[in-house]
């Protein structure tokens, strides 16, 4: 299968038909050249972050900082290239994720990856995925806000290792989160915010879960895709990528 009907099933699989313009080069299945630089840049690391992120990785798995290490099965770190350009932050691990110690598998997870796949990503090669939370809130009850201020310390440690040149927030509770506001998603969507001392930006779209529940705001969230794309080779322009999408 060529690399342009791959992206036909990805974007059919987000809800999008083919009737879409079909995209330019920057669209295109994650390169082999992208996956061989992400593998160099991974190995050309000092050893010194390299333990640094072990040391990070190891206390989250063994994190008692909240009441929720006693009823995960795991604490669940994150997945993808240590050092990614792009960072997908969604909510907390569900019961799949608990049992697999891996961030949005099972449904979600695969339209997540569709998602990714139809803007030429993918958590093999230029994307790390985390959540806020660690571990799973019994019965996928929303974080509470202790949970979250025990927890949040390690998702920026992750945010700084990672270094990023753009985070994507799926849903409203890392939206929340990450911005300090309590903001509805709708508000939030569409815009370029920024994050952290170093101003990376941040884009919002929804949460893959609620993609599932409610199928016609797919195409919204494509929208979001497309603009958070545009944000990201703005960035990478070194043109300012503030502002808002037309
Ligand atoms: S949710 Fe975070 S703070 Fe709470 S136990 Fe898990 S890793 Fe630790």
Redesign the pocket.
Known sequence: MNSLSRRAQYLRAIGIELWQPRATGRAAEPSARAAQSADAACAAEPPADLEAWERLRAE?LG???????QS?TQ?VFGVGPRRAEWMVIGE?PGAEEDRRGEPFVGRAGKLLDAMLHSIGLSREVNVYIANI???RPPGNRDPRPE?VA??LP?LHRQIEQVRPRLLLAVGRIAAQNLLGTDAPLGRLRGKVHRFGVDNVPLVVTYHPAYLLRSPADKRKAWEDLQFARATFAQSMSGAPADGHRS
């Open positions: 989250v994190c008692t900082r909240c009441a929720l290490h995960r604490a907390a939370l660690k571990s949970e025990a927890c390690y």
